[in-house]
């Protein structure tokens, strides 16, 4: 069982990434997927939600706008869509999995960069 995320990189400021949150072991469409991110000397913070009923999602006030979270079940997968970034974006990103019933499983994380 794991999530394995992908898609971080160097970047400008005002570019786009999508990070792809991929699961094996087990089913995603019974998890919510969260995206969290943990800036240099900070606190990890959750960006982003794609539930499991419906795909809604949620969002941190600092990345509405900007970022899309969505999911592909059948592919097992999870997306996170960044646009505009700005250097203020720059973290570690990792995807994690919960259930109803307390399953949690986390992403090693995959960094993102935001510099001129």
């Known amino acids: 069982v794991q999530l394995v995320e992908s898609g971080g990189g160097l970047v400008q400021p005002g570019a786009s990434l999508r990070l792809s949150c991929v699961a094996s072991?087990?089913?995603?469409?019974?998890?919510?997927i969260n995206w969290y991110r943990q800036p240099p000397g900070k606190e990890r913070e959750l960006v982003a939600v794609v539930t499991r009923a419906g795909g809604d999602t949620n969002y941190a006030e600092s990345v509405k706008g900007r970022f899309t979270a969505s999911r592909d079940n059948g592919k097992n997968t999870a997306y996170l869509q960044m646009n505009s970034l700005a250097p203020e974006d720059t973290a570690v990103y990792c995807c994690?999995?919960?259930?109803?019933?307390?399953?949690?499983?986390w992403g090693q994380g995959t960094q993102v960069t935001v510099s001129s």
């Open positions: 994690r999995a919960t259930s109803l019933w307390g399953t949690d499983y």
């Open positions: 072991g087990f089913s995603i469409s019974t998890y919510d």
